[in-house]
């Protein structure tokens, strides 16, 4: 017989392949990484580059304006915030006087007011023909949701008239627009 029969076939052993495609993505995550490492400096560059082009910008634009004009406009910008101020707690009195026209009642005739703002009062003097229409005009303050207190005193009968005196006190936000 000849040689070549006896000859044992020398087979590669076949490796599971795990080591191989483990090496393989470490490679190519290396690669990947690497790339958006490049990547990302060239974005840096790019961002730094517009960052200093709009701070040029901003610069020339502050440079056109001169400063009068640049204290002018603060001063001008001061006055708003002060004016918004105001007129967020500005006082409309006569919401007041448009109540008290509504519901008095036709018989009453008021002859002097004080207003006190830190009480958030209104004091009158008024005079009617009877103590009916002084009743229903009592009444009808209390009924306003707008008046937190309503007092009477001072009630005085004159010739023909009925005298008295009235404390009305309304929520601060009633006077407010």
């Known amino acids: 017989m000849s040689d070549f029969q006896n000859i044992e076939l020398y087979t590669k052993k076949k490796s599971s392949g795990w080591l191989g495609k483990l090496l393989f ?3 190519f995550l290396l690669v990947l ?3 958006l490492y490049i990547v990302a400096s060239f974005y ?4 730094n580059k517009s960052i200093a082009d709009i701070n040029n ?3 020339n634009l502050s440079n056109e304006i001169s400063v009068s004009d640049r204290a002018e406009v603060l001063g001008f910008y001061s006055q ?3 004016l918004k101020g105001l007129l967020a707690n500005h006082t409309y009195t006569s919401k007041i006087f448009n109540r ?7 018989k009453v005739t008021f002859s002097s007011f004080t207003y006190d703002n830190k009480n958030n009062s209104l004091k009158l003097e008024a005079y009617t023909d009877s103590f009916d229409s002084l009743a ?6 209390q009924k306003v949701t707008d008046f937190t207190k309503v007092n009477i005193y001072n009630i005085r009968l004159l010739e023909k008239k009925i005298a ?3 404390e009305i006190i309304f929520k601060p936000s009633f006077i407010l627009k």
Request: glycine share 0%; no cysteine.
């Open 25 to 27: 993505l470490s490679i």
């Open 33 to 35: 990484v690497i790339i």
């Open 44 to 47: 840096e560059n790019y961002l």
């Open 57 to 59: 910008k901003i610069k």
């Open 80 to 82: 708003l915030i002060n």
């Open 100 to 106: 008290l026209e509504m519901i008095t009642h036709p």
């Open 136 to 141: 229903q005009q009592l009444l009808a303050f």
């Open 164 to 166: 008295f005196s009235l």
